[in-house]
């Protein structure tokens, strides 16, 4: 059974690991499980998200899943990309065979969390969307959590193009099927979700198939109860990935 565990809220806080998830890891790894790492966020590269888990103690080559990776699987090769989005999404791009570009006519328009989004790219990117374009999110998690607490995150962006373009979006990462083939393609049929929101992370558990860890590291701080509604009841609440995973070891 194989371990799919997100970043931000479950690994790290910004530049800080959380504590106890890098012994956690690698106590998942001595038990002979397969660990692979699930994150909407696609502003970065994948390579810098594993250098970033190598310089905390966490060998991650080639164990990292993107929601830009996600959304490049709803993407053919050679198709013309308006990129509303950062670097990981042209990466994910470009190894898909198609072509990113910031401006003009497009088959389809992607966005992710970028920290320069600003008038001119919600201009290009809803024109473009207008012009007949596909419009795809990265992820639409509104908010992702930081040592100071929740900021705006990609759902944020898509939202306001996707008022401005009059066109609801297709979402490529959690909990949306992109993600979900991406992460049954590694792990299969049987495995363990850990994340810190119920509304991405435990939905994706939920269409895995998978058992449900919530973690209340990151976004969410206190155990869900009955009132909260929603279809998803995590099979485990956790203070944070260490104790999630002396528990079920």
Request: hydrophobic share 45%.
């Amino acid at each position: 059974m194989g371990w799919a565990l997100d970043l931000d809220g479950v690994i790290w806080l910004a530049d800080q690991p959380i504590p106890g998830a890098v012994d956690a890891v690698e106590a998942l790894r001595a038990a002979g499980e397969e660990v692979v790492f699930c994150t909407n966020l696609s502003s970065r590269p994948v390579g810098e998200a594993e250098q970033k888990l190598a310089r905390i103690g966490i060998p991650a080559e080639g164990a990292v899943l993107t929601s830009a990776m996600a959304a490049a699987m709803l993407i053919e090769p050679g198709e013309r990309v308006l990129v509303c989005a950062g670097p990981g999404v042209d990466e994910a791009l470009l190894a898909r065979g198609a072509v990113p570009v910031r401006q003009g006519p497009a088959d389809a328009v992607v966005v992710g969390l970028h920290l320069d989004f600003d008038y001119g790219r919600l201009e290009a990117a809803s024109t473009a969307v207008r012009g007949g374009a596909r419009l795809i999110g990265t992820n639409g998690d509104p908010t992702y959590p930081t040592l100071d607490g929740l900021v705006p995150g990609g759902g944020a962006i898509l939202a306001a193009v996707a008022t401005a373009s009059g066109v609801e979006p297709v979402v490529a990462g959690k909990p949306h099927p992109p993600m979900v083939e991406l992460v049954r393609d590694r792990l299969g049929e049987d495995g363990t979700m850990v994340g810190d929101r119920m509304d991405t992370d435990g939905e994706l558990a939920r269409a895995l198939g998978y058992r449900f860890v919530l973690v209340l590291s990151g976004s969410t701080s206190a155990a869900p109860s009955p009132a909260d509604g929603g279809h998803v009841v995590p099979d485990l609440v956790a203070d944070d990935l260490a104790a999630a995973v002396t528990a079920l070891l």
